[in-house]
């Protein structure tokens, strides 16, 4: 059984880079905002080993993805605008990543759906 247990980790490390690379593309999804108003998401991800690049594009603009990390299925990556910073941590599961983005004491569940 130990054996098993340690064929199916090994298994399971060898596809992180793929799983990693799996995000790569553009993915939309949207935001309640703070005031009530809903807000169209486009994000275009691109994985390079444990790092996270890319750029969001909303009604505020566009802009990059900062300290972007991939590892296994879980991402994290900050957005920074002029007058904060917006923290966001994530899983990837296949074609959806269901995201929590953090903005001051407030926390918001955000799905992203991958455009094919």
Same mark, same amino acid.
């Given at each position: 059984?130990?054996?098993?247990?340690?064929?199916?980790l090994?298994?399971?490390w060898?596809? !992180?880079?793929?799983?990693?690379?799996?995000?790569?593309?553009?993915?939309?999804?949207?935001?309640?905002?703070?005031n009530? +108003?809903?807000?169209?998401? &486009?994000?275009?991800?691109?994985a390079?080993?444990?790092?996270l &690049?890319? &750029?969001?594009? !909303? !009604?505020?603009?566009? $802009?990059e993805?900062?300290?972007?990390?991939i590892e296994?299925?879980?991402?994290?990556?900050?957005?920074?605008t002029?007058?904060f !910073?917006?923290? +966001? #941590?994530?899983?990837?599961?296949?074609?959806?990543? #269901?995201?929590?983005?953090k903005?001051? +004491?407030? &926390?918001?569940?955000?799905?992203?759906? $991958?455009?094919?």
């Amino acid at each position: 059984m130990k054996q098993y247990f340690g064929i199916l980790l090994v298994l399971f490390w060898l596809a !992180s880079p793929a799983i990693a690379a799996d995000i790569d593309g553009k993915w939309i999804g949207s935001v309640d905002g703070l005031n009530g +108003n809903k807000v169209e998401l &486009t994000y275009a991800f691109k994985a390079e080993g444990g790092k996270l &690049t890319g &750029t969001l594009k !909303s !009604s505020f603009g566009e $802009r990059e993805i900062v300290d972007g990390k991939i590892e296994g299925n879980v991402i994290s990556f900050s957005i920074v605008t002029e007058t904060f !910073s917006v923290a +966001n #941590k994530g899983i990837l599961q296949h074609d959806e990543i #269901k995201l929590e983005e953090k903005i001051g +004491n407030d &926390t918001l569940p955000i799905i992203l759906k $991958r455009v094919k």
